[in-house]
């Protein structure tokens, strides 16, 4: 049983990232799978947040706190590495501070509404996601540059950065979700 737990996991991390990738791709073309691009954080935060949905859905909150941290962990290490600084930690904490409070958000919103139709949901994650970027990123830009206002371009950008990020998050999820019976027959996967 614990397996199919963990292929379960797998599978939503697994659509969720995609979702976020096709959105990612529509947009940005390519320069999505180039990492030294800000659109690289569609393949990053489309994974991170599908797994944190997959953790909510699956796991305890002993092992989603587990996989917060180790998120984070992942996050500075790969991406702040040898320019490690508070500012950097500061901004990554943020960042994916309202990654995955959006994505709470948004699961508790799909378990509260159950019969809003899928792929409406997820213009449900795109609109947290995207609110609490922006608000977060300024308050990120508010501490480290002497209490100077963001310039509202970057503001948008992130702003619509993280709306189609939620997005395709959501529409991968919600296909998971709509199809998962199916898969599960598809692969022989045991659920109770």
């Keep these: 049983m614990k397996s199919e737990k963990i292929l379960q996991i797998t599978l939503l991390t697994l659509f969720g990232t995609l979702g976020s990738i096709l959105v990612g791709f529509i947009f940005f073309s390519t320069s999505i799978f180039i990492p030294d691009r800000s659109a690289f954080q569609f393949i990053m935060a489309g994974f991170y947040g599908s797994l944190f949905f997959s953790l909510l859905e699956y796991k305890s909150v002993r092992e989603q706190i587990f996989g917060i941290i180790f998120i984070l962990i992942l996050q500075l290490v ?5 320019h490690l600084s508070v500012t950097y930690i500061m901004r990554d904490i943020f960042y994916l501070g309202s990654l995955f409070l959006s994505i709470k958000l948004y699961h508790l919103f799909l378990k ?63 296909f998971y979700l709509q199809n998962r019976n199916q898969l599960f027959a598809f692969l022989k996967i045991k659920t109770i």
């Design 112 to 174: 509260r509404n159950p019969k809003i139709k899928f792929y409406l949901r997820s213009f449900a994650l795109a609109l947290f996601y995207g609110l609490l970027s922006a608000v977060l990123i300024g308050i990120v830009f508010l501490i480290n540059f002497d209490s100077s206002f963001p310039p509202i371009e970057f503001i948008y950008v992130v702003a619509r950065n993280a709306v189609l990020i939620g997005f395709g998050i959501g529409l991968g999820i919600d």
């Design 78 to 82: 790969v991406f702040t590495g040898r």
